[in-house]
């Protein structure tokens, strides 16, 4: 489904939810039903190629849970759990910057050199 270039120059990268996020939210939303992949996809604007990678690594950390052909929320502890982490982790590379990965790997080196 196109969007006009207005909406598509207007739209910023860094507010922008992943798949997983926003399947999470609507789940959780509707934690009283249980959708069919197509349904989620559609529902959440996540492509119908993209949604059962997105819902298996979800059922991999059980953030949902699957019944064929249905998948609905999974444990909320887990959910909770999950949304906590990455608001710390929004938080501390809002205030520190994010993290990078050369430099964990430069001081690995300097430590094993120690």
Do not use: C, Q
């Not at 989620?40 to 604007?45: F, K, N, Q």
């Not at 997105?54 to 909770?80: F, K, M, Q, S, T």
């Not at 590379?93 to 080196?109: F, H, N, Q, V, Y």
């Amino acid at each position: 489904m196109p969007i006009g270039i207005d909406e598509f120059d207007s739209r910023d990268p860094e507010d922008r939810d992943t798949n997983a996020e926003r399947v999470v939210r609507f789940l959780v939303r509707n934690r009283d039903k249980a959708y069919k992949a197509a349904e989620i996809a559609e529902a959440t604007e996540v492509s119908e190629n993209s949604i059962h990678p997105v819902l298996n690594r979800l059922a991999e950390r059980d953030l949902v849970r699957h019944r064929e052909p249905y998948w609905a929320i999974g444990d909320l502890d887990a959910v909770r759990e999950a949304t906590t982490f990455a608001s710390t982790a929004g938080f501390l590379d809002d205030e520190l910057g994010p993290e990078s990965r050369g430099e964990w790997l430069a001081a690995a080196r300097e430590e094993n050199e120690e």
